[in-house]
Structure formats: C-alpha cells, structure tokens
C-alpha cells in the first residue's frame, strides 16, 4: 500500500474485461478504491458526470470499442478530477488538446501504474 494514494477512489474506463479486473486488482494492491469501472464511453460519461460519485481520479483506455474516450475525459475535466490515459495504441495517437495528459502504453507493469498514479493524483496527498 503506498501512502500517497491509500483511499484514492478511483474510476476505471476500460472495455476489455480481464485488463479491467487485472487494473482493478493493482489498485487495490496499491491501496486505491476503485469506485465503478465503465466499458462504453456512453456509461463512463455517465459515471464522471455524476456530481454525487465521488472520484478522486480516474484511468481512461482511449479507444473503447472503435470509439474515442474523449468525452468522459471532457466531464472529467468539467468536474477538475484528474486522469491519465491508457493506451495499446501508442502515445502519439492522443487527440493534440489532451497532449498534456499523462500516458501509459500497454502493456504495463504495477510499477508504471503506481509512480504514474502518484505523480499525476498523489503529490498533494503524501
């Protein structure tokens, strides 16, 4: 558990399953909640829209079944809840306005997910 992020809540955009439950047990090891996991960006703009979820950040794969994770990422931002992308698709494939967002290729290691999560969500919790 890494003090910086322990109670974290944490929401989760990912479409394939096993990667969600595999993201959803690293947090946990690291000390986060996880506090819903969407596979549509229909229900993560639902979910990061919903002003009684408390989130503390969020993890978005960018391509959700062909379509683009950007508009959860703009209610996101509307609510100034930070998050990083996750991406199989490289880096340099992220829209130009969400360049300054911090990224992980897949695949990835907890390592990785941990020292992005404390840079990006932890700095001011330590």
């Known amino acids: 558990m890494i003090p910086a992020l322990n109670g974290l809540r944490l929401l989760v955009v990912e479409d394939e399953t096993m990667l969600a439950m595999m993201i959803e047990s690293m947090l946990d090891d690291l000390g986060c909640v ?30 959700l079944g062909g379509e683009k994770v950007y508009p959860v990422a703009e209610a996101l931002i509307s609510r100034r809840v930070p998050f990083i992308f996750s991406t199989g698709y490289g880096i340099d494939g992220i829209a130009a306005q969400f ?21 990006t969500l932890g700095s001011g919790r330590a």
Do not use: C, F
């Open 99 to 119: 360049s300054h967002v911090p990224a992980l290729a897949k695949p990835y290691r907890q390592e990785a997910l941990e020292g992005m999560l404390v840079s």
């Open 34 to 63: 996880v506090v819903d996991v969407a596979g549509t960006v229909a229900r993560g703009v639902a979910l990061a829209s919903d002003e009684s979820l408390e989130i503390d950040g969020a993890i978005l794969d960018v391509n």
